[in-house]
Each structure stands twice: as structure tokens, then as C-alpha cells.
């Protein structure tokens, strides 16, 4: 059993600044990518911030103002967004691609979502 769970939402004005939070518990082998997408009423879901390989990428739209970092030791995942924009407003899910088992496939796991809201 694989469990991800997410912190770090909230509310906030236009320009601040929220730091989400993902930790993924249980047994684990490997995990590779995780990232960030969102989601907001009556729009599609968007990945918004990957990282895999040592690599980062980034949704076009947040480029420049948010980061995705990894804590591997505590299997945790962050989320910092910065300049934020009532655009931004959605609910924000992690995912991690977890191996379990040597030479076993990947299993994509979700967090449960945190709200993010920007008011204007």
C-alpha cells in the first residue's frame, strides 16, 4: 500500500506565495517521476510541474514562478509557487510513479488535493 499525502493549500492575494507538500509513504522501492497537476472547475486537468531524471519541467503558464523540488529522503515532493494569479486558482493533486518490486511495473499514485485559491 502506497499513500501520498498532500499539505500547503490555501488562500491567498494576488502575488503571494504558497508552498505545497507531497509525502509518499509505504513500500517503496523507487520513485519516479513525481510532479503536479491541477485542476479548476470546467477545465481540463493540466500538468503543471514534473520532475524526472534529475530533470524539471514545467507547464508554460508557471514557468518562472514555481519550482518543483524532491526531498528523496522522506519520499517527498514540493510544490513552491510564487506571483501567484487568480489563474492559478484549482485544486492541486500530486502523483508518483512508484515501483514496489524489482523489474515489477510502475504504478501511478494520487494524492488526495489540496485547494489553492488567489483572489484578486
Known amino acids: 500500500q502506497v499513500q501520498l499525502v498532500e499539505s500547503g493549500g490555501g488562500l491567498v492575494q494576488a502575488g503571494g506565495s504558497l508552498r505545497l507538500s507531497c509525502a509518499a509513504s509505504?513500500?517503496?522501492?523507487?520513485?519516479?517521476?513525481m510532479g503536479w497537476y491541477r485542476q479548476a472547475p470546467g477545465k481540463q486537468r493540466e500538468l503543471v510541474a514534473t520532475?524526472?531524471?534529475?530533470?524539471?519541467n514545467y507547464a508554460d503558464s508557471v514557468k518562472g514562478r514555481f519550482t518543483i523540488s524532491r526531498d528523496n529522503a522522506k519520499n517527498t515532493v514540493y510544490l513552491q509557487m510564487n506571483s501567484l494569479n487568480p489563474e492559478d486558482t484549482a485544486v492541486y493533486y500530486c502523483?508518483?510513479?512508484?515501483?514496489?518490486?524489482?523489474?515489477?511495473?510502475?504504478?501511478?499514485?494520487w494524492g488526495q488535493g489540496t485547494q489553492v485559491t488567489v483572489s484578486s
Open positions: 502523483y508518483a510513479d512508484v515501483r514496489r518490486l524489482r523489474d515489477s511495473p510502475l504504478n501511478r499514485y
Open positions: 509505504g513500500n517503496i522501492l523507487s520513485i519516479d517521476p
Open positions: 520532475t524526472s531524471g534529475g530533470s524539471t
